[in-house]
């Protein structure tokens, strides 16, 4: 059984189509966080799961029943929001015990249930305190305990970890996590935080322009991106604009601005000679270690090992990791290393390699093009 699943949604106002032709599915008790840039339509496709929006087309089915035209509060689902939107002249406890009141359960029973959600929640002793007397985080809790409180079989969130500082905000993933797998819920959790996504996703759904581009396991959307939009968005990588020079039994001979052709085992035969690509080599896949005299030209080699000489140009500290930026001709690279693993500096003469099995290539129009394995 889906716990929820949409046909074909689509939502426009007016001539702005702001979601178009959605289809997804969430399997009961699945966590799928919905990633996407700014304006690309993740809280209007919540809001429509909620019911706060009416579809212009399409069909939305909470545990394979249709509720496409419930008002929302006949609707199971429960909705946090970015803003949290407490009652501020309300109790905690009455905050969380109201979607319980609007059921219909009695003030006993409700507030016993209000206790319990805030004791998982780590909030049992904020019960009789205002919301406007709490932090950030503490608000974002009595929120979630609200959510959760209403028992309803579906959750939606929409960004609610986005206020927060760093720190909180990855305690707060991980408890997300947490009370998912203690309640199972089919949950939808909205972010534009592609680490927040991996951390606590079962899946990821990536959005872009209204539409819904790619859903799978995050690791499986990492390892293939369907294309060129999803590997950009997903993690900063080095594109490089190839042409094909030639193809060849085993793939294609690619020219780039990083030195002599290189060889890549392109699968699709569809590729001809003068088609222009785009090469993405992910910091990952890339060595970067001071040039050595015999190494410094830009060669490439049988074995599919790559090499190409460079000055680095710029250090940028990131917490544990220092990226290195580098020129190399008229290409700028970046890799990224562990601090204090190694004594290059500004200006140094580098050697970067990489292996051509570890490149994702997309074709002009940005579709993926498969490599050989
Ligand atoms: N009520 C509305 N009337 C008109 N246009 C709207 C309305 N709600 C949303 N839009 C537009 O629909 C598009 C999608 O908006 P939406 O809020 O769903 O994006 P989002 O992915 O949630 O963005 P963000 O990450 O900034 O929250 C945007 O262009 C937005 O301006
Ligand atoms: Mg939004």
Same mark, same amino acid.
């Given at each position: 059984m889906s716990g929820l699943h949409t046909e074909n949604l689509t939502k426009r106002f007016g001539d702005l189509v702001a979601v178009e032709d959605v289809s997804l599915t969430v399997e009961a008790g699945e966590l799928l966080c919905l990633l996407g840039p700014s304006g690309c339509g993740k809280s209007t496709t919540l809001?429509?799961? #909620?019911?706060?929006?009416?579809?212009?087309?399409?069909?939305?089915? +909470?545990? *394979?029943?249709?509720?496409? =035209?419930?008002?929302?509060?006949?609707?199971?689902?429960?909705?946090? &929001?970015? !803003?949290?939107?407490?009652f501020p002249h309300k109790s905690v406890i009455e905050n969380v015990a109201f979607g319980l009141k609007m059921q219909g359960m009695d003030k006993k029973a409700r507030r016993?249930? #209000?206790?319990?959600?805030?004791? /998982?929640? !780590?909030?049992?002793?904020?019960?009789?305190?205002s919301p406007t007397d709490l932090s950030g985080g503490q608000q974002q809790r009595v929120a979630l305990a609200r959510s959760l409180a209403t028992e309803s079989p579906v959750l939606l969130l929409d960004e609610p970890l986005s206020n927060l500082d760093k720190r909180l905000k990855e305690q707060m993933q991980i408890e997300i996590k947490e009370i998912h797998s203690q309640f199972q819920r089919t949950t939808i959790h909205v972010t534009h935080d592609q680490d927040e996504a991996f951390t606590i996703g079962d899946k990821i759904? +990536?959005?872009? =322009?209204?539409?819904?581009?790619?859903? $799978?396991?995050?690791?499986?959307?990492?390892?293939?991106?369907?294309?060129? &939009? /999803?590997?950009? &968005?997903? @993690?900063?990588?080095?594109?490089?604009?190839?042409? /094909?020079?030639?193809?060849?039994? *085993? @793939?294609? /001979?690619?020219?780039? @601005? +990083? $030195? !002599?052709?290189?060889?890549?085992?392109?699968?699709n035969r569809s590729i001809t000679e003068g088609d222009r690509i785009h090469v993405s080599i992910r910091p990952e896949i890339l060595s970067l270690e001071p040039a050595t005299a015999e190494t410094n030209t830009v060669r490439a080699d049988g074995s599919h090992n790559f090499t190409a000489t460079g000055t680095v140009t710029n250090l940028l500290y990131r917490g544990s990791t220092v990226r290195y930026y580098v020129d190399v001709g008229d290409t700028s690279m970046f890799v990224e290393k562990t601090v204090g693993d190694s004594s290059i500096d500004e200006g140094s003469t580098v050697e970067l390699q990489w292996q051509a099995t570890g490149l994702l290539c997309f074709d002009r129009s940005g579709d993926k093009i498969k490599v050989q394995s």
């Amino acid at each position: 059984m889906s716990g929820l699943h949409t046909e074909n949604l689509t939502k426009r106002f007016g001539d702005l189509v702001a979601v178009e032709d959605v289809s997804l599915t969430v399997e009961a008790g699945e966590l799928l966080c919905l990633l996407g840039p700014s304006g690309c339509g993740k809280s209007t496709t919540l809001r429509m799961l #909620a019911g706060l929006e009416t579809p212009t087309e399409g069909e939305v089915y +909470i545990n *394979d029943t249709e509720v496409t =035209d419930q008002p929302p509060y006949k609707q199971d689902s429960s909705m946090v &929001f970015q !803003e949290w939107a407490l009652f501020p002249h309300k109790s905690v406890i009455e905050n969380v015990a109201f979607g319980l009141k609007m059921q219909g359960m009695d003030k006993k029973a409700r507030r016993e249930k #209000a206790r319990e959600m805030l004791e /998982v929640m !780590e909030m049992g002793e904020f019960g009789d305190a205002s919301p406007t007397d709490l932090s950030g985080g503490q608000q974002q809790r009595v929120a979630l305990a609200r959510s959760l409180a209403t028992e309803s079989p579906v959750l939606l969130l929409d960004e609610p970890l986005s206020n927060l500082d760093k720190r909180l905000k990855e305690q707060m993933q991980i408890e997300i996590k947490e009370i998912h797998s203690q309640f199972q819920r089919t949950t939808i959790h909205v972010t534009h935080d592609q680490d927040e996504a991996f951390t606590i996703g079962d899946k990821i759904g +990536i959005m872009n =322009d209204g539409r819904l581009v790619q859903v $799978g396991p995050p690791r499986e959307v990492y390892n293939n991106p369907k294309n060129k &939009f /999803v590997e950009e &968005f997903l @993690g900063e990588t080095n594109f490089i604009k190839g042409s /094909v020079e030639q193809v060849v039994s *085993d @793939g294609v /001979v690619v020219s780039t @601005g +990083i $030195g !002599e052709p290189i060889r890549i085992p392109l699968q699709n035969r569809s590729i001809t000679e003068g088609d222009r690509i785009h090469v993405s080599i992910r910091p990952e896949i890339l060595s970067l270690e001071p040039a050595t005299a015999e190494t410094n030209t830009v060669r490439a080699d049988g074995s599919h090992n790559f090499t190409a000489t460079g000055t680095v140009t710029n250090l940028l500290y990131r917490g544990s990791t220092v990226r290195y930026y580098v020129d190399v001709g008229d290409t700028s690279m970046f890799v990224e290393k562990t601090v204090g693993d190694s004594s290059i500096d500004e200006g140094s003469t580098v050697e970067l390699q990489w292996q051509a099995t570890g490149l994702l290539c997309f074709d002009r129009s940005g579709d993926k093009i498969k490599v050989q394995s």
